[in-house]
């Protein structure tokens, strides 16, 4: 199964403050959400974290990576220090991928893009960094936490979703 997510700011405290998520601390935030990864990612899954994964040294982000379920690829988000992007653990690491399947391509980003490779041939744009908070153009998705129910998704289910304006926006 392949599946996408970001914006899980494991170990960042300003993500509690900043997008208003349910935990009072960021021990439970950060258990909440390897459970809520664990029990929707098996480990022979392909996930890609498509940016601002963790902060910690190199040790504590390879000791979180190793409590994920999964083969991860990361893309690289503004909130990814060196220690997430150099942790053992990463199949992949890169700020920009295209994926080509069943004749579909998508491209992947951290950032939201306004206009992206063969967008006039239906290419699909998944990205992160707007918490939610984005109104999507055709055929562009949020594939971060706050805008998935604060879990991975598999593909078909973010392509698939219905897609409204974010909150407060008109």
Not at 22 to 43: C, G, K, R, Y
Not at 66 to 84: F, R, V, Y
Request: charged residues 20%; contains cysteine.
């Amino acid at each position: 199964m392949l599946y996408f997510t970001s914006d899980t700011h494991f170990a960042d405290p300003r993500v509690l403050r900043i997008d208003r998520r349910p935990f009072s601390n960021m021990a439970e935030h950060d258990a909440a959400l390897i459970a809520t990864w664990n029990a929707v990612v098996a480990t022979g899954d392909e996930i890609w974290h498509l940016g601002d994964f963790a902060r910690g040294t190199q040790e504590q982000v390879e000791a979180l990576l190793a409590q994920l379920n999964g083969t991860k690829h990361l893309i690289i988000g503004n909130n990814d220090p060196i220690s997430t992007q150099v942790a053992a653990g990463w199949a992949s690491v890169q700020h920009y991928a295209e994926l080509r399947l069943n004749e579909q391509l998508f491209v992947l980003c951290h950032y939201p893009f306004r206009t992206w490779n063969q967008m006039g041939k239906k290419s699909i744009d998944l990205h992160g960094h707007s918490h939610g908070k984005l109104t999507p153009q055709p055929r562009q998705f949020d594939v971060g936490v706050d805008a998935q129910g604060l879990r991975p998704r598999l593909l078909e289910e973010i392509v698939s979703s219905k897609r409204t304006k974010p909150t407060g926006t008109r």
